[in-house]
């Protein structure tokens, strides 16, 4: 009977094993994101209404919007959008700072 519940138990810590080394393999196989088509710089007027769009590889993939170090958020100032392979970001109201 011991060898029966040693059995058990190694079968069942192996097959927990396997499930944890096919989420790791998985997550490691994911491919990255990457720009399908890349930002074009633009040159507005102060006071005017500016898009930056680009293209992924993956459909709704996290997207982070920055100017410099700093995250941007959706408000009133900036729009943010995502819709399948395409992200943009509307900024309201251009001003010298913003460049």
């Not at 079968?11 to 720009?35: E, N, R």
């Not at 102060?46 to 958020?73: H, I, P, S």
């Amino acid at each position: 009977k011991s060898q029966s519940v040693n059995h058990g138990l190694e079968s069942g810590l192996s097959q927990a094993s396997i499930k944890i080394l096919l989420i790791l393999f998985s997550s490691l196989l994911a491919l990255p994101v990457l720009f399908q088509k890349q930002l074009k710089d633009e040159e507005a007027e102060e006071g005017a209404v500016v898009k930056f769009r680009c293209e992924l590889t993956k459909d709704n993939a996290a997207v982070e919007w920055r100017k410099g170090t700093m995250e941007l958020f959706p408000c009133a100032k900036y729009e943010i959008k995502l819709s399948g392979c395409t992200a943009e970001l509307v900024i309201h109201n251009i001003e010298p700072e913003d460049a």
